[in-house]
């Protein structure tokens, strides 16, 4: 494909919609339809050369034991799914301090170590170029409602016989249901 140019379409609150044009190996015009965070994409390196857009926690108990998971009802669906801690990156907030302010803000709890960070990843690379940063660490606390009421979040402690019955009946982001299959099998 060859990158002919990006049309703004629609500015949201959160997100922007852009028309992408290309031209395929034999000629024909293919418009592919987009959204991101990003508001002023004018160029193919505005498409990727950018700074993560959020931050996903996959944390567990100190001891290892238990995974934290958070059920959010995820309005774009309309029902509850299962996912990790995530949230937006703010203007001039490092990884590591979003991290711990998400984490705070949607479980109560407190970031007690980061043990890795797993690189850049796309969240919806269908239709989205937003990017992720998954910081892997361990917190403890007492879990609290989240302080948003735009959010409806129960987050929980699973261990890995739980997550293994949720993922036969529950619904869960991609990223969280492919991360909990492999978790819970260790």
């Known amino acids: ?3 002919k140019g990006i049309i703004k379409k629609a500015e949201g609150k959160f997100i922007t919609r852009y028309d992408i044009q290309y031209e395929t190996v034999d000629g024909q015009e293919k418009i592919y339809e ?3 965070r990003d508001k002023n994409i004018d160029s193919f390196e505005g498409l990727h050369d950018r700074k993560p857009d959020a931050v996903v926690m996959i944390m567990t108990d100190e001891p290892g034991e238990k995974i934290l998971l958070s ?3 995820r309005l774009a669906p309309g029902q509850w799914v299962y996912n990790f801690p995530a949230g937006l990156i703010d203007e001039g907030e490092d990884i590591d301090t979003a991290a711990a302010r998400e984490l705070r803000e949607e479980t109560g709890l407190k970031l007690v170590s980061i043990d890795d960070h797993i690189g850049e990843s796309y969240s919806a690379v269908g239709f989205s170029n937003e990017k992720n ?3 892997v660490g361990k917190c403890a606390g007492e879990i609290k409602q989240s ?3 735009f959010e409806e979040i129960e987050a929980g402690w699973y261990t890995k016989e739980e997550v293994r019955e949720l993922l036969k009946t ?3 982001a ?3 249901q492919a991360y909990c299959y492999l978790w819970s099998r260790n």
Do not use: G, H, Q, Y
């Open 174 to 176: 991609a990223r969280t």
């Open 71 to 73: 059920r959010e009802f």
């Open 1 to 3: 494909m060859k990158f």
């Open 147 to 149: 302080d948003s009421v």
């Open 170 to 172: 529950e619904k869960f």
């Open 34 to 36: 987009m959204i991101s």
């Open 133 to 135: 940063v998954c910081v």
